[in-house]
């Protein structure tokens, strides 16, 4: 309740310096940016705006554009204040959260890709599948030509197209999903289900490239799961699109500060892949191994996630199934708030 109430007080601050803001504004200042004790993770500030909505000290507005879409302002701020920023903030977030959803999925997989390049480059043993003609001119939809990933290993496949595939690693072949999006990732996304079941249909290993990764989500089940993962910090934009990102990111417009226009991978992403990614993935690949069964099983629908800790030895493990479905809760009114990120 603590944290709840940090919450509330901190969306009260931002809300008296920005007339209306986005809950992804909201979570990109108090989650990701200010001191550290002061942060709040993304799920709770949902609890706080459900309940300050309920106690009638947050309004909560809808552009005549996009009128699905809520904003958020303080009780008191007149209208008169609201309806402008609001009408070029919606349409902007429309712009780089619908609009552009291709365009952004292919930025982190082109510095995905320039990264495993890189890779292949320092260490020839790291071959890869997929490929990003940077060098030809984009399609009539701004996007590069690409080959894409194998959907067939061996005697192995998948309907579920890979991102990218890395080989020589001495446990086998790496396959690798990458997710440029505004949510933290959190244990129950539907991602890392269908991640799961592509690679054990291909019989790979899986590696994930995600802006951000909720503790828990790592702590609990990736770690122990043998699931490899990589917070790129950043959301990726392509580099002729800087003029928006340039907006989206400005601290009085979206303030997605994070945001990089870029076909380059950052130097953290860049050592990832060359030097700390041979190094887990042995240790890695062995828990996978062990624990793939248990893990396809969940991702089927066939155990819940409580069962799915005690099976991966995970420190959630041993809780009750009503603790475990308690905290489900308070993960997935965040998640169905967010319409529920899909493959």
């Known amino acids: ?36 004790h002061k942060r709040v993770d993304p799920h709770l500030i949902t609890y706080a705006i459900k309940d300050m909505l309920a106690l009638n000290r947050l309004a909560e507005h809808h552009s005549q554009e996009f009128p699905d879409v809520p904003w958020y302002s303080n009780i008191g701020t007149k209208h008169s204040k609201i309806a402008a920023p609001l009408s070029e903030l919606s349409t902007l977030y429309n712009t780089v959260s619908t609009a552009y959803s291709q365009l952004l999925g ?38 590069f030509s690409q080959r894409k990933a194998p959907t067939i290993l061996g005697d192995n496949k998948t309907d579920r197209q890979p991102d990218f595939l890395q080989y020589g690693h001495d446990e086998g072949v790496l396959c690798i999903e990458c997710k440029n999006v505004r949510e933290w990732t959190y244990p129950r996304n539907n991602f890392i289900k269908h991640h ?14 995600i802006r ?29 699109t800087a003029e928006i990102a340039n907006r989206a990111k400005h601290k009085e417009s979206l303030g997605f500060t994070d945001i990089v226009a870029s076909e380059e991978p950052q130097p953290r992403t860049v050592k990832f892949f060359l030097n700390d990614l041979p ?5 890695m690949a062995a828990r996978w191994a062990q624990n793939r069964t248990a893990l396809v099983d969940y991702a089927n ?23 475990i479905a308690d905290e489900a809760e308070a993960e997935d009114d965040w998640y169905q708030d967010e319409g529920g990120e899909e493959d």
Request: net charge positive; with cysteine.
């Open 1 to 36: 309740m603590d944290r709840i109430a940090l919450a509330k007080s901190r969306i009260l601050s931002v809300l008296d310096t920005y007339p209306v803001a986005h809950q992804r504004t909201l979570e990109q200042k108090i989650s990701d940016q200010g001191p550290i």
């Open 106 to 143: 292919d930025a982190l997989e082109v510095a995905t890709f320039q990264a495993l390049r890189t890779t292949k480059e320092a260490k020839g043993r790291y071959h890869f599948d997929g490929y990003f003609y940077l060098g030809a001119p984009k399609n009539k939809f701004g996007r």
């Open 196 to 209: 799961i079941l592509r690679c054990s249909e291909l019989n790979a290993i899986p590696v994930f490239v």
């Open 212 to 240: 951000r990764i909720h503790y828990s989500t790592r702590t609990n089940l990736l770690e122990p799961a043998g699931l490899i993962a990589h917070e790129s910090y950043h959301q990726y934009f392509p580099s002729d």
């Open 279 to 283: 190094d887990l993935v042995p240790r």
């Open 301 to 323: 629908g066939d155990i819940h996630l409580a069962q799915l800790y005690n099976a991966i030895g995970s420190r959630a493990g041993g809780k009750w199934v009503d603790e």
